[in-house]
């Protein structure tokens, strides 16, 4: 083989490697894949999420790099968006006091309240109602907070709560990120009561005022 003709061999396979491109006929870098599997975990993860989200949390979680998941991220922002061809999701993924989580469009919130309003059933369970009592008597509260009280985890059963409009998102704590919730004018109506401190007290139905219960009505 002459000079001229391995140093044309040397390019090809150089053009080879650059492009990602196998035997098998065009198949995508391991790099590439990669980078879709990521985006897919971050997605299925961020889907479930009932607060930000932090990229050091999610990196954690998928076990890649800080810097391959805020770039799959940005992927994925992009994606939802439909900024390279792709559809228009009727959600977007939003950056919300420094972490990432899903939420509907502003424009379609309606459809989505009606929707929950029409569609849901109109019973709560019982493990709503105690949650909901949480929530009325302690506001604002964490979802953390919550689930401490009641020793149960709580995320499915706050989703409840917001979709039927009961509770809302008061704020969220600079420090740790927590979503604080508050109950709404909703609650009002459907217990026919003017404002909160018209709640009944709870300490008459306590065995007792001790055990950490003193600040409670």
């Known amino acids: 083989m002459t000079l001229d003709a391995q140093t044309t061999a040397v390019d090809a396979d150089s053009h080879e490697v650059s492009t ?3 035997s098998g006929g065009g198949a995508p870098s391991a790099a590439a894949h990669e980078g879709q599997t990521i985006e897919r975990r971050l997605e ?6 009932d607060e930000p989200q932090s990229l050091v949390h999610l990196a954690t979680a998928v076990a ?9 991220i940005l992927r994925l922002v992009a994606d939802f968006d439909g900024v390279h061809g792709t ?9 919300v006091a420094g972490g990432w989580r899903i939420y509907v469009r502003p424009e379609y919130d309606p459809v989505v309240a009606d929707f929950v309003l029409t569609e849901n059933p109109s019973r709560l369970s019982q493990a709503a109602l105690e949650t909901l009592a949480v929530i009325a008597y302690k506001q604002p509260i964490s979802r953390g907070a ?5 020793a149960v985890n709580v995320d499915s ?5 917001l979709g039927r409009g009961l509770i809302t998102e008061a704020f969220t704590d600079s420090e740790t990120g927590a979503i604080n919730y508050a109950t709404t004018d909703l609650l009002l109506v459907q217990l026919g009561i003017n404002s909160l401190d018209e709640l009944p007290l709870i300490s008459p139905l306590l065995a007792d005022g001790a055990n950490g219960f003193e ?3």
């Not at 299925?44 to 999420?49: D, E, H, K, Q, R």
């Not at 890649?64 to 799959?72: C, S």
């Not at 919550?146 to 009641?150: E, L, M, T």
């Not at 059963?157 to 709560?161: C, G």
């Open 146 to 150: 919550v689930a401490s009280i009641r």
């Open 87 to 95: 559809v228009r999701r009727g959600f977007e993924l939003r950056e």
């Open 157 to 161: 059963v706050v989703r409840t709560l």
């Open 44 to 49: 299925a993860i961020l889907m479930v999420a």
């Open 215 to 217: 600040d409670l009505p």
């Open 20 to 22: 990602g491109s196998t």
């Open 64 to 72: 890649h790099p800080l810097v391959d998941v805020r770039e799959a």
